[in-house]
C-alpha cells in the first residue's frame, strides 16, 4: 500500500567514529556501519543540556483568531484523515494522528519519527486534516504546525485500532487501558505550583516517535522539554493493555534555581462525592475522576506506631487547600478512582466509572521528599482542580543535573498496588452527627459524622478473639466526639462511624483513623482534611 500524504523532510542519523579512518575504501565502509549508532535517548539529552546552556526563547503563538477564538466543540472536529495517518495501511502496531493548533493550543511542536535508527522530520499539511463544517480561511491554514498528537492501537478489538494515549498542551499526556475512558493526566514536570510567585509551565517542544516492527509490543517517544528555568530529556516507553504501563526516564538540566519541583505531577478532577456531597439537587452520586491520594512511604504498615500506607481522600475546598506528606523512602503513590461501579455516578455519557487510576511507581531510590497534595476550588467538571506530585527535599540550583525514572500504570485494577496485608478504605460517606434516642428518633448532635467502609486482607486474616479497635485522631482544630467499627455483615469487611466537631469553622480539621488489633494494624490509615467552611 502506498505511503500517505505526509512529507518528510531531511534525515540525519547520529554517527560515532571510535577508530582512525584507514586508507582503504571497503575496510572504512565496515568501520562506518559498525560504529553508527540508532538515535536515542542520549541524543535528546545532548541537545537538553547544550539548550540549558542558551538563554530560554518563548516559542511563538501567533494564531489567526479563526483558529484562536474556537470553542471546544468546534475545535474537536478537525482530525486527522485515517489516509493521512502515520504508518496507516503498514499493518503495524501503532499508528498516529496529529492535533491541529487552536483554541489555546497555539503553539507549535516539532515531530519526527526514527525509522532503522535515522530521524525524519514530520511536517504540516492542512490537506491531512478534515475541519468538519467550520469555515477556515485557506490563508490562516499557512504556516501552522501540530500541536501534539496521539497514539492508536488496537487495544479494545483487533479490529479496531482505538485511542491509546495523547501528547498536547505544555508537557501534559494521557493514557488508556483497555476499555478506559480518559479521565486524570500525567505531565513531565510542575514548577512552582501554587506559590504566589506564580506557576512556571515546562513544555514539549520536540517529539521523536520510534518506528515499531510489525510484532512490537511496545512504542517508544522522546521529548524534549524546555522552560525558563529548566531543560530536559524524556523517554516514554507506552505498553497498552488491560492495565496500560509508561515507563518514564527523565534527565533534568537546570537554568535557575526553583523554589518548588514537582515530579511525576498527576492532575485530575473532583467536583463532589459522598465524602463532600453536593450542595445544589443532582441525580449523579459523583463527580470525580479520581477520588482519593493513596501514598506508600515505604514502611509494610503493619506497626499500629508507624505509617506504610496512607489513603487521603479528596475534597473540593472553597479555599486553596496545600497538604505535605513527608516520606523518607517513596515506593509509590497515585491518584485513584477506588470504585468502578456504575451506579456510584450514574452518568451514561462522562462514564467516570471507566476513568482509570494512575499508579506511579519510583524506579530507584528518590532519597527523602514529600507527597503534596493540591486542591483548588471549582464550581464545574470541566477544570482540573487536583494536583498531586513529588517535591524532593532541598532546591535545585542552577547548573545541577537530576534524574528520576518511574513507571506509570493506567488502571481500574488497583487492589494490586494496595498493601497485601492490610485492608483498605472501599468507601467513605459524610452524613451529619445524629444522636438515637431511647424513643428510636434520631436528633443532630451538632457534629459531622464520616461513615469508612474497610476492606480487604488485613481483616479477612483475622483470628478468634481479635480485638479489632478504632484509632482515630483530631487536629487541634477540632474535636473527636466518637469513634467505633462493627463488622459490615452486609457487604463485607468493618464499617468505622467517627463524630467530630470542628474548632473553628474558618480552618481545615484533619482527621485520621485507622483499625488494629493491639499493636498491629489493620488497615491504611484514612487521613482526610476537612476544608475550611465546606
Not at 516517535?209 to 516507553?237: C, H, N
Request: negative net charge.
Amino acid at each position: 500500500m502506498s505511503v500517505p500524504n505526509r512529507h518528510f523532510l531531511t534525515t540525519s542519523v547520529s554517527c560515532r567514529f571510535r577508530w582512525p579512518l584507514v586508507g582503504m575504501l571497503s575496510i572504512w565502509m565496515i568501520l562506518v556501519a559498525q560504529t553508527c549508532f540508532a538515535f536515542g535517548f542520549e541524543d535528546v539529552a545532548k541537545k537538553a543540556e547544550k539548550l540549558a546552556g542558551q538563554g530560554y526563547q518563548a516559542p511563538e503563538a501567533s494564531l489567526p483568531e479563526s483558529l484562536r477564538t474556537l470553542e471546544y466543540a468546534d475545535y474537536a472536529q478537525i482530525q486527522t484523515k485515517d489516509e493521512s495517518m502515520l504508518w496507516q495501511g503498514e499493518n503495524l502496531p501503532f499508528k498516529l494522528a496529529f492535533f491541529h493548533e487552536g483554541m489555546h493550543f497555539d503553539s507549535a511542536v516539532t515531530l519526527h519519527t526514527v525509522v532503522n535508527g535515522e530521524v525524519q522530520d514530520l511536517s504540516f499539511d492542512p490537506n491531512d486534516f478534515d475541519y468538519g463544517n467550520l469555515d477556515i480561511p485557506k490563508e490562516d491554514l499557512k504556516g501552522l504546525g501540530f500541536s501534539g498528537f496521539k497514539v492508536l492501537n488496537a487495544i479494545n478489538s483487533e479490529n479496531q485500532m482505538d485511542e491509546v494515549m495523547a501528547f498536547q498542551g505544555a508537557s501534559y499526556f494521557r493514557a488508556l487501558g483497555r476499555h478506559q475512558v480518559y479521565g486524570s493526566s500525567g505531565r513531565a514536570l510542575a514548577i512552582d505550583t501554587a506559590l504566589p510567585s506564580g506557576e512556571e509551565f515546562p513544555s514539549f517542544r520536540e517529539f521523536w516517535i520510534v518506528k515499531p516492527k510489525p510484532d512490537s509490543q511496545y512504542l517508544t517517544i522522546f521529548a524534549l522539554l524546555d522552560s525558563p528555568s529548566l531543560t530536559g530529556a524524556y523517554r516514554y516507553v507506552l505498553r497498552p493493555g488491560e492495565d496500560t504501563v509508561v515507563d518514564v526516564t527523565s534527565r533534568l538540566f537546570m537554568r535557575n534555581a526553583v523554589e518548588k519541583l514537582g515530579v511525576a505531577p498527576l492532575t485530575s478532577m473532583y467536583l463532589y462525592g459522598p465524602a463532600q456531597p453536593t450542595e445544589t439537587l443532582n441525580y449523579r452520586p459523583a463527580i470525580h475522576d479520581s477520588n482519593g491520594l493513596l501514598v506508600h512511604d515505604g514502611g509494610d504498615g503493619t506497626d499500629a506506631n508507624k505509617g506504610g500506607w496512607i489513603w487521603r481522600p479528596l475534597a473540593n475546598p472553597k479555599n486553596l487547600m496545600i497538604e505535605e506528606q513527608e516520606v523518607a523512602s517513596l515506593k509509590g503513590f497515585g491518584l485513584l478512582q477506588r470504585s468502578h461501579n456504575f451506579h456510584d455516578y450514574e452518568d451514561l455519557v462522562d462514564r467516570y466509572d471507566r476513568r482509570p487510576s494512575v499508579w506511579i511507581e519510583p524506579q530507584g531510590d528518590w532519597g527523602k521528599g514529600t507527597v503534596e497534595l493540591i486542591q483548588i476550588p471549582t464550581p464545574d467538571e470541566t477544570n482540573d482542580n487536583i494536583v498531586a506530585m513529588w517535591k524532593p527535599t532541598g532546591t535545585p540550583k542552577a547548573g545541577d543535573s537530576l534524574q528520576f525514572n518511574y513507571r506509570m500504570y493506567w488502571t481500574t485494577h488497583e487492589a494490586k498496588f494496595y498493601a497485601p496485608n492490610l485492608s483498605w478504605v472501599d468507601q467513605t460517606r459524610r452524613s451529619r452527627g445524629e444522636v438515637r434516642k431511647d424513643n428510636l428518633v434520631r436528633e443532630p448532635d451538632g457534629s459531622l459524622a464520616f461513615v469508612i467502609d474497610v476492606k480487604g486482607p488485613g481483616l479477612e486474616a483475622l483470628e478468634d478473639g481479635a480485638n479489632v479497635a478504632v484509632d482515630a485522631t483530631v487536629g487541634d482544630k477540632g474535636e473527636l466526639v466518637a469513634s467505633r467499627a462493627v463488622p459490615n455483615k452486609a457487604a463485607g469487611g468493618w464499617r468505622i462511624f467517627l463524630r467530630v466537631k470542628r474548632g473553628n469553622a474558618s480552618q481545615p480539621t484533619d482527621i485520621r483513623v485507622f483499625l488494629k488489633d493491639g499493636e498491629k494494624r489493620l488497615s491504611e490509615t484514612w487521613h482526610y482534611r476537612l476544608p475550611a467552611n465546606g
